[in-house]
Every structure is written in structure tokens, then in C-alpha cells.
């Protein structure tokens, strides 16, 4: 998962339209979306829709990448998404 959840940094980056809410987790919003999950609406708020789009793509990733991603450490709500 630290694959992917680099890949959603990096991509972050990317110009896109101005959102209100926090960048981050719009960014983040905005890259589910591309990888082909539902975080609901780009709204830049961590919610329920968009932990689920977060936990979709982990599941369906590599077992590799979700046994890194249960080792993270959890997420602050300023932070992301957790």
C-alpha cells in the first residue's frame, strides 16, 4: 500500500481545480477517483464514502502492499483520510 498511497502523493501534485475543504484529502478524493473508486464528491472532507473508496482499493491491492498498509500508523484528521 505504500506503493499506492506514494502514487496518490506524487499524483497530488497535479494541477486541478480549486476545492474547498482540505487539499489533501480533495487531492486524495481526486486520485480514487482516476484509480477507478467512489469517494463520493470532491469535497475535500474525510468522510464515510471516502474512507470506504480508501479501503476498497487496499483490499484490492497486492497482499504485500496490504500488510504494509495495516502497518501504518493511523491517519489524523488533518492529515487524511483515516
Known sequence: ???VAAIL????GLPGPALAGD???ACVQNQLSALGQDPGP???QSGPNTRAAVAAL???SAPEARE???RLPE?????AVG
Open 1 to 3: 500500500m505504500r506503493f
Open 9 to 12: 502523493f506524487l499524483l497530488c
Open 23 to 25: 487539499a489533501h484529502v
Open 42 to 44: 470532491v469535497d475535500g
Open 58 to 60: 487496499v483490499a484490492q
Open 68 to 70: 504494509a498498509y495495516g
Open 75 to 79: 491517519f489524523s484528521r488533518r492529515a
